[in-house]
């Protein structure tokens, strides 16, 4: 049976700051790829889309920069997920404060994924939900909500419930496990059971990209008369 969070795990969860997160993706989507002819346009066309994902989401306001949340993302295109065929995209570690709790996984689809369509599906898995703050877990699962699934309000909504329900589920049905001695010194809090939440859902990205191509305008080398080659001016005078 799984012990209750040691205190040494509680000290790293509580008692430090979140991690500067070192990105280390794959340079394409085909690296390391298993069955590489698997991989379609749309996969491409979103790797490349998603190159900013983790570093806008843990710096940027409005996103997870001022939570205890951090993604990590991992290099490998190979995603644990899959069905009939081998499924990929992008994977992050998810981290709260010093601690590697789970994994958050993104790939195209279900439907082709498009620039004016950009259809996307997540695989989240974090581990210890019942012990952080309900609203640390509410703020990450929402973050990537918006981001991931829910560009619109009314989404946004459908996605607060769909993750309300879940969250509600896990307290619900998390059922002791062993002998009768056992569940009683879960009930006094001396053991706890596993406590790992899971998330599969599709959506739009588009809230996404608005932000990153808001951020790449932003960045951009600004052309002046210093700077533009000289084809690019008008010189003439009327």
């Known amino acids: 049976m799984q012990r209750y969070p040691t205190k040494k795990l509680l000290a790293q969860l509580f008692d430090t700051k979140p991690i500067d997160a070192k990105h280390k993706p794959s340079r394409t989507i085909h690296e390391g790829a298993s069955a590489p002819s698997c991989i379609t346009d749309a996969d491409r066309e979103f790797f490349a ?14 996103m997870l920069k001022e939570s ?7 290099s490998g295109t ?10 990929y995209g992008r994977h992050y570690d998810v981290f709260y404060n ?27 898995g974090v581990e210890h939900v019942r012990i952080l703050p ?10 990537i909500a918006h981001f991931c699934w829910a560009p619109t309000a009314r989404d946004y909504a459908d996605a607060q419930h769909w993750i309300n329900g879940a969250l509600l589920d896990l307290a619900w049905n998390n059922r002791p496990a062993g002998t009768a001695a056992q569940a009683r010194r879960m009930a006094r809090h001396l053991e706890e059971p596993p406590t790992t939440l899971s998330l599969h859902r599709s959506g739009s990205a588009a809230a996404y990209l608005r932000v990153r191509q808001h951020h790449v ?19 003439k005078t009327a």
């Not at 790939?107 to 259809?119: C, I, N």
């Open 134 to 143: 309900c609203a640390d877990v509410c703020k990450f699962l929402t973050t």
């Open 68 to 74: 205890p949340w951090r993604l990590q993302e991992t």
């Open 49 to 62: 889309d998603f190159d900013m994902f983790g570093t806008l989401m843990n710096n940027l306001d409005g």
């Open 98 to 124: 010093q601690v590697c709790l789970g994994h958050l996984e993104i790939s195209s689809g279900p439907m082709e994924y498009r620039l004016d369509k950009p259809d996307v599906t997540t695989d989240i």
């Open 78 to 87: 190979e995603l644990s997920w899959c069905f009939d065929a081998p499924v």
């Open 217 to 235: 305008r932003l960045n951009a080398p600004q052309r002046t008369a210093a700077t533009t080659p000289a084809s690019w001016l008008d010189t």
